[in-house]
């Protein structure tokens, strides 16, 4: 490979590797919210009744969580109480 193929390559792997790594940094802050996923809309495994995601039974449910954008969970108010940032019951 000559000296111009060669820093072609590499530019265009550096190119790649920045639009992956600009990829990841456009993606919103999340986390786990736990008591605000409505029946079958949980994100994940939490407890009884629950193995992955969508299969809390019930709206609401404590041990199911769901993910929210970051700095919302507990402002978020259900029928049922706020969201919590930790498992409850």
Known sequence: MNRTAASLALAVAALVAGAAHADEAKKPAVEKCWGV?????NDCAA?????CAGTAKADYQKNAWKNVPAGTCTSIVTPKGHGSLTKVG
């Open 37 to 41: 996923a409505k029946a079958g809309q």
């Open 47 to 51: 407890g009884p009744g629950t193995t």
